[in-house]
């Protein structure tokens, strides 16, 4: 069977593993473009959440070479994405596209309807090699995280511009050719080596951005204009704490591990939020309070125009940038919204931080724009 899957940032690396180890073609769908776009928005509803139609544009593209099943996550709670792979699966019937929906659904909707699926994709595979695939598909995943993060923080020193980013793509396909446990781990290691040899300038000065917001929008670089790349030519090391390789953990596989993780962002949100809000609102909050302890310089979020759990999200942050004086920017992208007028936000928040930190600086405070600094300076 010749199986597809959406972009999201680096997963097709790990997800094209997964299918041709569990004896399927994988087509992995070009890589997301205005293309992809004009084809999601023309064939989605005018409001749904743009990655259900940045994802729609992928399926369309991958039929067009051929393919003829999707693996698609689905999910549970109160936000759209519960309903999401079903309406594309509508809306794909009604465009009379043939391909089967594979819907993975965490545990929490139904063991059985879960196994039932995943049985679809595995028919015929030995146990032994469905460990192996499961085995390769979690190192890659992880190896992507853990470049990327790595990335973050050499970026902004770089001497010559775009050259990590070059860099961790050579990385990334060293990672997506690799087809052992063994050769993953050796591109990994070998990649990491490659970044830190990156030339740099150590002692360039450089803001810290904490970057919050919902998933899809964080890691896939064409729905955010490449904001993390951007950022560090602009010499900012970005910090996040959200992750593909995380969200599987806790969406898919370990419903202990989820509650564990959920009681924690609780503790963070407090007392802004006390309950989950579907998607990432939660995290949203939690990761922001956690980012102003750890002494960002300040936050951006970024959310699909209309996206339910970070509007609630949206809502709660002036209060946390009040409370710990970190300034935080939102920015909302949908399908109308263009690389000048991000870039020139971006720009604007940037300035607004070198400038506050230069300030602390002449005062002789050392630490960065966040609640220990600002308490400091404005008892100045
Ligand atoms: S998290 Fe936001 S963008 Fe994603 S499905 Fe839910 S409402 Fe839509």
Redesign the pocket.
Known sequence: MKVTFPHMGTAYIAFRALVEGLGHEAVVPPFCTQKTLNLGTRYSPESA????KINIGNYLEAAELGAEAIIMAG?VGP???GF?AYVQQEILRDLGCGMEMVILEPPASGWRQLLARIKLLTEGVSPSQIARTLWLFWEKLVACDRLEQLSLTVRPYEIEKGSTTKALYRVYRAVDRANTVDMVRKAFRDGMAELHSVPQDRNRPVLTVGLVG?I?TILEPFVNFRLQEQLGEMGVVVRRNLWLSSWILDHLVLSAFRRRREAELLRWAKPYLHHFV???GLESVAHSVQLAHEGVDGIIHI??F?????IVAQSILPSVSEDHQLPILTVVVDEHTGMAGIRTRLEAFIDLLAGKKAVFRRCGIEEAVSGAGWTAFAGK
């Open positions: 959440c743009l990655p259900l999910g936000c759209r994405f999401y919902e899809y579907g998607g990432h959310l699909p209309t996206c339910m759990p970070e």
